[in-house]
T-cell receptor, first 116, second 113 residues
Framework: DAKTTQPTSMDCAEGRAANLPCNHS???????VYWYRQIHSQGPQYIIH???NNETNEMASLIITEDRKSSTLILPHATLRDTAVYYC?????????????????FGKGTKLSVIP | SAVISQKPSRDICQRGTSLTIQCQVD?????MFWYRQQPGQSLTLIAT?????????ESGFVIDKFPISRPNLTFSTLTVSNMSPEDSSIYLC??????????FGPGTRLTVT
């Protein structure tokens, strides 16, 4: 079972910030929050990950609440090419993962539609 | 990051035949994996492709059905043998960089008729 909860779908106007929420109330102390996205019929694309501090890279920002029970992925200026299904998952650091840790349960994700 | 390419991008195959999927990475990586994603489903790990040794298969997957080669640190192949319609799926190659980042190839969409 997926350990995260996300809204089924969201719309965002092109050029505006897209804020995608994720609840992970049962996250363990050593688990990271990861975000991936999948454009139709393509492989998942890594976006960003974080433990407890906010993170930013060239694609997005990740805001994690202080209690780590939820997070928000922010795409600062959404474009039409950002239309995809976005998946939030929690997992331990890959370098310290044991057997079965590379299984990825993506859940249903959030279908983000960027509107012109 | 890692740039991963897969060949073929898609194929339609007849029942009982075999297809070999190639995965090429633009840098040397230690950890390489093969996944399957059936329509509307999440990813399922098939096996870990180990360089210089036999692949490590997950429960429900066997070497006779999904033989894997990993001749070097940038290349791997997955063969889907004796195919049936139930093997219709997207097959994905994946690599791990460092302790945190996992990247996926574009996928091979297989349809078995």
């Amino acid at each position: 079972d997926a350990k995260t909860t996300q809204p089924t779908s969201m719309d965002c106007a092109e050029g505006r910030a897209a804020n995608l929420p994720c609840n992970h109330s049962t996250i363990s102390g050593n688990e990271y929050v990861y975000w991936y996205r999948q454009i139709h019929s393509q492989g998942p694309q890594y976006i960003i990950h974080g433990l407890k501090n906010n993170e930013t890279n060239e694609m997005a920002s990740l805001i994690i609440t202080e209690d780590r029970k939820s997070s928000t992925l922010i795409l600062p200026h959404a474009t039409l090419r950002d239309t995809a299904v976005y998946y939030c998952i929690v997992r331990p650091p890959l370098a310290y993962s044991g057997a079965g840790s590379y299984q990825l349960t993506f859940g249903k994700g959030t279908k983000l539609s960027v509107i012109p | 990051s890692a740039v991963i390419s897969q060949k073929p991008s898609r194929d339609i195959c007849q029942r009982g035949t075999s297809l070999t999927i190639q995965c090429q990475v633009d840098s040397q990586v230690t950890m390489m994996f093969w996944y399957r994603q059936q329509p509307g489903q999440s990813l399922t790990l098939i096996a870990t492709a180990n360089q210089g040794s036999e692949a490590t298969y997950e429960s429900g997957f066997v070497i006779d059905k999904f033989p894997i080669s990993r001749p070097n640190l940038t290349f791997s192949t997955l063969t889907v043998s004796n195919m049936s319609p139930e093997d219709s799926s997207i097959y994905l190659c994946s690599v791990v960089l460092g302790a945190y980042e996992q990247y996926f190839g574009p996928g091979t969409r297989l349809t078995v008729t």
